[in-house]
């Protein structure tokens, strides 16, 4: 378990570079047929300048994806193998472009310690407010985790 002192802690930062490569294959994963995901001419017709990421694509950089995140947790208490996704979402600010380049530094919003049938058990949220290179703010990434006790 996570102790309640971490409450407001900060993790990394982190930087990613949003790939065309990477865009194309999430869009094919989520069978997406806008043309603007895959084809650069069409993207430039839409108007953008690049291959716009796909509403989730965030979820590429976040907790699943970050090991580094995922050694600094389990060093709190809460490793991988007792951690149940409970919900995520993205709100975002700015475009998120092919070439860009993001970095956040997740930290914990909330922390809540609750009794189960089996057991105690802890939901987390971790907080990402992801910049681009600009120093723009792009998305702000709420994960909720459930932290199973052992």
Known sequence: MIDPAHLGRSFGPYTVTVER????????TLALPERVYYDEAAARAAGLPDLPAPPTLATCYGLWANSALLAELEALGAPLLRLLHGEQNYVYHAPVIAGDTL??????????RKEGRRGP???????????NQRGELAITDTLVVVVLDT
């Open 21 to 28: 490569a990477q865009i194309r294959r999430f869009a094919e």
């Open 103 to 112: 970095t956040g530094a997740p930290a914990i919003a909330a922390l809540v």
């Open 121 to 131: 058990f802890q939901v987390l949220t971790l907080e990402t407010r992801w910049r």
